[in-house]
């Protein structure tokens, strides 16, 4: 054998090692295409069945929160209702409670104060006099002395 066809040989191994290579790679390609094409399948039957049940739950939320929605409204009805119905009760009966409160009041303190004490005598000094209270048998000084 000469080098030429020694190198053809070497050359036709390496290009049947290269092919058997590719060959492998490529089955291995189309089993992780199957795979996935079975994978992909599976989620879209199980997707399916999610998704309408998802878009059913959503609907059922929308009409919830249109009942909430509607029951905030007569709440808010309610709510400006009994405002308007606070502000006239106390406009209308607001200033005449206040007068008879305080008219009350003034008839409490009316009647709650005690009469006042005559006012006391005032003393005086008069030069040369004795006064009464100064006497020996006033009724201050009785018995003591």
Avoid: C, H
């Amino acid at each position: 054998m000469s080098g030429g066809e020694v190198a053809g040989i070497l050359v036709a191994v390496f290009w049947a090692i290269l092919v058997s290579f590719i060959a492998l790679v490529l089955v291995r390609l189309a089993q992780t295409l199957k795979a996935t094409t079975k994978l992909v399948s599976d989620v879209s039957e199980q997707a399916v069945p999610l998704l309408s049940e998802a878009s059913a739950t959503v609907r059922s939320a929308n009409s919830q929160l249109a009942r909430v929605d509607s029951i905030a409204a007569d709440v808010q009805e309610v709510t400006a209702n009994a405002s308007a119905l606070s502000s006239t009760v106390s406009s209308a009966f607001g200033g005449p409670l206040v007068k008879v409160a305080a008219f009350g009041y003034g008839v409490r303190r009316a009647i709650g104060r005690k009469p006042a004490a005559a006012p006391a005598p005032e003393r005086t000094v008069v030069i040369g006099k004795s006064l009464p209270s100064a006497r020996r048998g006033s009724r201050r000084t009785r018995g003591k002395g």
